[in-house]
């Protein structure tokens, strides 16, 4: 009898923490998404007049020019389609190789283009002529350091949609320093050459920087909120 009592006890117990675990998932809050990932176009790159070239003048001449075109498997953002913003030139540049050696030369915008979020992937359209130069992208962090990410080999004909991940280890904010401004800037791009193709023309063209960033922060982020920048 004495342990039938016990048993009774017993099972009682288990039902009431099997009662409080379930009202426990209950009262949990629902899983959500901590990432709201969206394709931005950062520059179109339509006015060669918001771009510099530039590279060691004992190598060659580098010249910068935009000029109507542009891919046909370019596919629009659809956000964007209602945009008034023109889409419709390149950037091409061209460098004059004066002798061959280990050289580079970099396509920059005046100003360095900063990308709203956390900054996922960086891609570029690039016109390529089968040479085996290198394209690297050039990025400011958040505290004002430039990184260099290589992007691929140029050997290719045509146009060709260039994308880089951004490494996990480029720190694109600190909720302890908000005296920085959050997120990645763009700095340009350079292009190694191979020194066996250093020598007579080289052409290039570039078209419609775009970036995957998550702006899940300032989406969630209320419009009387108060900034923490100053």
């Not at 990932?37 to 060659?60: C, P, Q, T, Y």
């Not at 008034?84 to 460098?95: F, L, P």
């Not at 089968?130 to 400011?140: G, T």
């Not at 066996?196 to 899940?216: K, S």
Request: charged share 25%; glycine share 8%.
């Amino acid at each position: 009898m004495r342990s039938i009592f016990v048993l009774t006890l017993v099972l009682i117990a288990c039902f009431g923490l099997y009662a409080q675990d379930e009202s426990n998932a209950e009262n949990l809050p629902p899983l959500t998404a901590r990432e709201s990932l969206k394709e931005i176009s950062v520059n179109k790159m339509e006015d060669a007049g918001f771009w510099k070239g530039g590279m060691s003048s004992d190598f060659g001449l580098l010249q910068l020019r935009d000029f109507d075109g542009g891919s046909s498997d370019k596919q629009p953002i659809v956000a964007e389609e209602q945009t008034a913003e023109a889409d419709d030139k390149v950037i091409g540049a061209k460098v004059s190789f004066l002798r061959r050696g280990v050289t580079e030369f970099v396509v920059k915008p005046i100003r360095p283009l900063p990308i709203e979020g956390i900054v996922k992937t960086v891609s570029v359209w690039v016109a390529g002529r089968n040479i085996e130069h290198e394209l690297s992208l050039l990025i400011l962090d958040w505290k004002g350091q430039t990184s260099v990410i290589p992007m691929g080999k140029l050997n290719h004909s045509g146009w060709k949609k260039m994308t880089v991940t951004i490494p996990p280890h480029i720190k694109q904010r600190d909720y302890h320093n908000y005296g920085y401004q959050p997120g990645i800037s763009i700095e340009g791009f350079v292009v190694n050459c191979d020194i066996d193709e250093t020598y007579g023309r080289y052409y290039i063209y570039f078209d419609d920087i775009r970036a995957v960033t998550d702006l899940f922060d300032e989406e969630l982020q209320d419009p009387d909120d108060m900034l923490d920048a100053w």
